[in-house]
Nanobody
Framework: QVQLVESGGGLVQAGGSLRLSCAAS????????MGWYRQAPGKQRELVAA???????NYADSAKGRFTISRDNAKNTVYLQMNSLKPDDTAIYYC?????????????????WGQGTQATVAS
């Protein structure tokens, strides 16, 4: 079984910064794409940023220029540095990862979600 655990959320004033972390644990053969999604009250979950195992990144328009996604493959961890935060960034932020794992008898790939971490930006 694989688990993703996020940390780093909190309350910050507009213009401030937060750094989110997400660590994967369990039987991990390889982690392919990793990403951060967010869901604000009354809205659908949306992609914020994604990163491949090779380090290629993709950002939502709302995140470009303010957020930076990175990963440490040795630690099975992905980060999201969020700067110049706005009240509209208030949401629960979820980590996502495509993981190759092992059941004990066979290898398989599966998509996993973290439990989410709340980020609140006060105006």
């Amino acid at each position: 079984q694989v688990q993703l655990v996020e940390s780093g959320g909190g309350l910050v004033q507009a213009g401030g910064s937060l750094r989110l972390s997400c660590a994967a644990s369990g039987i991990i053969i390889k982690i392919n794409d990793m990403g951060w999604y967010r869901q604000a009250p009354g809205k659908q979950r949306e992609l914020v940023a994604a990163i491949t195992s090779g380090g290629n990144t993709n950002y939502a328009d709302s995140a470009k220029g303010r957020f930076t996604i990175s990963r440490d493959n040795a630690k099975n961890t992905v980060y999201l540095q969020m700067n110049s935060l706005k009240p509209d960034d208030t949401a629960i932020y979820y980590c996502n990862a495509d993981v190759q794992t092992y059941s004990g008898t066979y290898y398989y790939s599966r998509n996993y979600w973290g439990q989410g971490t709340q980020a609140t930006v006060a105006s």
